[in-house]
């Protein structure tokens, strides 16, 4: 049957025709670049304090500054903004983004990808639980040079931040999120002002840029580069929130963001806590804060935990999209999504994740209780997720991009090396909290792990209980039982196989509905499907119809909405005549199945913690039937 097609419109396109560029360069600041902008809290005093007490206070501060300098050209301005901004996936961003790129340009689509994407994901949300928690740590920690008697509330006046932060979530971050543009803006101009102004201090800290100094001071210092090295690493963490967020902004507005205010301004303001503490090295412990006048030093303060909350915030909601991209390519178990604007749908609360991030949060910030000790935390992750962005990117110059072999090489064994050495100076780190990120990324790689292997081994068992759709409706046809009014749609993964529910409901009611919808939903490898390719529909009689709706990884799978589309295609039916009927599995462990004994009894955890089917298609209540049935995996 021939039915005709629709044609869809682009809303990322739509997004960025409404906003302007100007708009979109100013929110970008908001979302993309707040993590890496906060760095300069904490990333150069980190670096003084790893290389204290060894060599010349000068050459350390230059040595300190040429790394800091470099890596930040290197891999954000190199790395990220010149290659991996390229790599988008239909204009989306991020490792899951990626790695579906990568593996899709890959004959027989490899498992060692899909590894890679899975080790991505899960090093970011290690990193996810530790960025808040820094970040507002570092800033509220300037209460010590305002008033240093106030020291002992700044744990407390942290947690209580973190607290309110993550209970707003609920409340959506629409109208906030209209002022973190320009309170960003504001941070990276104040950042270059002051900074600009303490290069007077002294004028030949410039001489940094050249990477002679960062060559020698690594050769001078080669007990304690390994540890300076991890300290420098912060001053680039955030460089992937570049590549996460880029189907938000689109590549220019970000790439104009960075060269034209973000750049910059962290240079200058580098530069500039060089040349304070060349001139006042007994500041060296607060350099950031110690740089400002006392007439400045509280409204600092009050606009650094602006800002450190605005870079919680995007971490926080980079990790909603995270988790969502996973649920949608199977990855995980169906969570509870809440959309919080009505006009956007990337703008979304998941209370498991969110109630996941905050214990964790709550949890680092009073067990390390300072930014220094978080410090140690922070790098293995994001060192971690860079590398496999390297190898991901490498298999996209050669499979996608076609560069000759030796190109691709060139270009990216440099990168891959730096962040081998970066990654390298982390593990370093490892005893003292580097074991935080890392034990929530092989948690979450278990989860992710469990879920696919547990869904696998179930798709299995059921496809051995399941009889060909045509088979049954070959039979059906030869021995019609008794139909009643309305429409039946059955949901089943198994495109070919005859739905459970279909079978149960036949054993149990011995009818059919007049119009029965045999109805699949794929996700596809991309991130956004038009309305034109989002529906397959097959007519096999008067009785039985096969639909198959795909949805890309970044859209919410509503099958209302979908059906919408159906009806424009000419299959007519009455909504509120029509029953959705779902099959709810009760699964058992067996000692014979695929996976151990301990690993069955959490993929069955996770299957009974997943959302039900009705809230996660938005089917309506009340036209929903569930028919149940126990399989053994």
């Known amino acids: 049957m021939a039915y ?26 908001g979302v993309v670049y707040g993590d890496i902008g906060t760095s300069p809290l904490y990333a150069f005093r980190e670096a003084l304090h790893a290389t204290a007490g060894s060599g010349s206070h000068r050459e350390n501060v230059l040595g300190i500054l040429s790394l800091i300098v470099w890596a930040l050209t290197i891999v954000v301005t190199v790395k990220y903004v010149t290659f991996v901004l390229k790599a988008d996936n239909r204009g989306e961003g991020g490792t899951l983004s990626l ?77 906030v999120a209209a002022v973190f543009g320009p309170v960003m803006a504001l941070w990276f101009v104040v950042l270059g002002l002051s900074g ?19 060559l020698r001071y690594a050769t001078n210092n080669v007990g304690i580069t390994v540890t300076v090295l991890g300290a420098v690493f912060l001053a680039v963490t955030g460089a992937e929130a570049l590549y996460v967020d880029l189907g938000h902004f689109g590549r220019r507005p970000i790439v104009m963001a960075w060269f ?94 969110n109630s996941f991030l905050f214990i964790f949060v709550v949890a680092l910030v009073l067990y390390f209780r300072s930014s220094r000790g978080l410090s140690a935390a922070y790098g293995i992750a994001v060192t971690g997720e860079m590398l496999i962005t390297s190898v991901l990117l490498f298999v996209v110059m050669l499979r996608v991009w076609n560069w000759r072999p030796v190109s691709a090489a060139a270009a990216v064994a440099p990168l891959f090396l730096i962040d081998a050495g970066f990654f390298a100076a982390n593990v370093a780190k490892f005893p003292d909290g580097g074991w935080v990120p890392v034990a ?63 079978l149960h409901s036949l054993k149990h009611y011995k009818v059919l509905h007049e119009q029965n919808i045999i109805l699949s939903v794929v996700t596809a490898t991309t991130p956004f499907v038009p309305d034109d390719e989002k529906i397959f529909l097959e007519s096999f009689n008067p009785l039985f119809s096969r639909l198959v709706v795909t949805f890309g ?18 299959l007519k039916f009455d909504i509120m005549s029509t029953s959705f009927f779902l099959s709810r599995r009760t699964i058992l462990p067996s000692k ?42």
Request: net charge neutral; glycine share 8%.
């Open 4 to 29: 005709p097609q629709l044609r869809s419109r682009d809303p990322e396109l739509e997004h960025e025709t409404q906003s302007g560029l100007p708009a979109l360069v100013l929110a970008a600041l």
């Open 99 to 175: 790695m579906t790129l990568a593996r899709e340009s890959l004959s027989g689509r490899p498992a060692w990808v899909l590894v890679l994407g899975v080790a991505g994901a899960s090093l970011f949300l290690g990193d996810a639980i530790i960025t808040p928690a820094i970040s507002v740590l570092s800033a509220v920690e300037g209460i010590q040079v305002v008033a240093p008697a106030l020291s002992t509330w700044i744990v407390p006046i942290t947690l209580t931040i973190i607290a309110v932060l993550f209970f707003v979530q609920r409340f959506g971050t629409a109208g």
């Open 196 to 214: 600009a102004i303490h290069i007077l201090d002294d004028p030949a800290v410039f001489s940094a840029v050249n990477p002679l100094h960062a």
């Open 260 to 353: 034209v205010l973000v750049f910059p301004c962290l240079l200058l303001n580098y530069f500039g806590q060089g040349a304070f503490v060349l001139s006042n090295p007994e500041m060296a412990e607060h350099p950031f804060f110690g740089m400002h006048p006392d007439w400045a030093k509280i409204p600092m303060v009050c606009l650094a935990t602006a800002a450190t909350v605005i870079a919680s915030q995007a971490v926080i909601s980079g990790a909603y999209s995270l988790v969502r991209q996973a649920m949608h390519l199977n990855l995980l178990p169906r969570l509870q999504i809440l959309h919080t604007s009505e006009a956007h749908s990337g703008q979304i609360f998941m209370p498991q994740v």
């Open 440 to 502: 929530v990324a092989c948690t979450m790689g278990l989860i992710m792990q469990t879920w696919m292997s547990g869904r696998r081994l179930l798709a299995a068992r059921t496809k051995m209980d399941e009889i060909p759709l045509a088979s049954i409706i070959n039979r059906l046809a030869q021995k019609k039982p008794p139909t009643v009014p309305g429409t039946a749609i059955f949901l089943t993964s198994d495109v070919e196989g005859a739905p459970t529910a279909l």
């Open 553 to 570: 990884f970044m859209e919410t799978p509503n099958i209302p909405r979908a059906l919408v589309l159906v009806r424009k295609l000419g």
């Open 592 to 633: 014979k199945g695929g996976m151990p004994l301990w690993q069955d009894r959490l993929f069955i955890t996770l299957a009974q913690n997943a959302g039900n089917a009705t809230d996660y298609f938005g089917l309506p209540t009340g036209r929903v039937v569930e028919l149940g049935l126990q399989t053994t995996i």
